[in-house]
């Protein structure tokens, strides 16, 4: 069975600073998927990362893909309040958008 | 263009009855997708159409659970009888065939009681 696993679960931030978020997966797969929950509202897609050593750089946030590790990072650079959000990594393992996905990361970031 | 929608956006059920959520894709998504967030636990695959056809129903948790999509447009999926065990938020998400990118609803928020 696919198993995605997410580190942290939740984060706790300063303005300013910087984090990496985890995300490790159990099987093979070249396509990797970064998703920004805010509370109540739907999964906004951020990044999706199609083979090994992808980087994909959207403002503040930086995701990356070594599917020889079979691990995901999503960085943040000086966070800033409006970051705060639920982070979500997911594997689509057939190529199919059959995903499968981390348990999610709530991200706070205070100022 | 409008995007995902879902409705209810929350129900609130005794368990024992029956629940329809409902779910329009994007026009023109042939993919349609159901998930379910289960108490803040991770977000997990219930099942796939491709236009009118069950492409992957392996995620759905047992035969409470009926999903449809007459026509390949909107889909429902009804739990009946619902248990305390399906209290959730159900997404539903959509995509073009070949398209990488699932456009998600907001989620119906399911408390079963």
């Known amino acids: 069975e696919l198993k995605v696993e997410q580190n942290p679960l939740f984060l706790s931030m300063q303005e300013g600073k910087n984090y990496t978020i985890y995300c490790n997966y159990s099987?093979?797969?070249?396509?990797l998927y970064w998703y920004r929950q805010d509370p109540g509202k739907s999964l906004e897609s951020l990044f999706v990362l199609l083979s090994n050593g992808a980087v994909k750089q959207e403002g503040r946030l930086m995701a990356s893909l070594d599917t020889k590790a079979r691990l995901s990072t999503l960085h943040i650079t000086a966070a800033v309040h409006d970051l705060s959000a639920t982070y979500f990594c997911a594997v689509d393992w057939d190529n199919n958008n059959d995903m499968r996905f981390g348990a999610g990361t709530r991200l706070t970031v205070k100022p | 263009e409008a995007g995902v929608t879902q409705f209810p956006s929350h129900s609130v059920i005794e368990k024992g009855q029956t629940v329809t959520l409902r779910c329009d894709p994007i026009?023109?998504?042939?993919?349609l997708y159901w998930y379910r967030r289960v108490m803040g636990k991770e977000i997990k695959f219930l099942l796939h159409f491709v236009k009118e056809s069950k492409q992957d129903e392996s995620g759905m948790p047992n035969n409470r659970f009926l999903a449809e999509r007459t026509g390949g447009t909107y889909s429902t999926l009804k739990v009946q009888p619902a248990e305390l065990e399906d209290s959730g938020v159900y997404f539903c998400?959509?995509?073009?065939?070949?398209?990488?990118?699932?456009?998600f609803g907001s989620g119906t928020q399911l408390s079963v009681l």
């Open positions: 099987t093979t797969s070249d396509r």
């Open positions: 026009s023109g998504h042939d993919n």
């Open positions: 998400a959509s995509s073009q065939v070949g398209g990488w990118k699932l456009f």
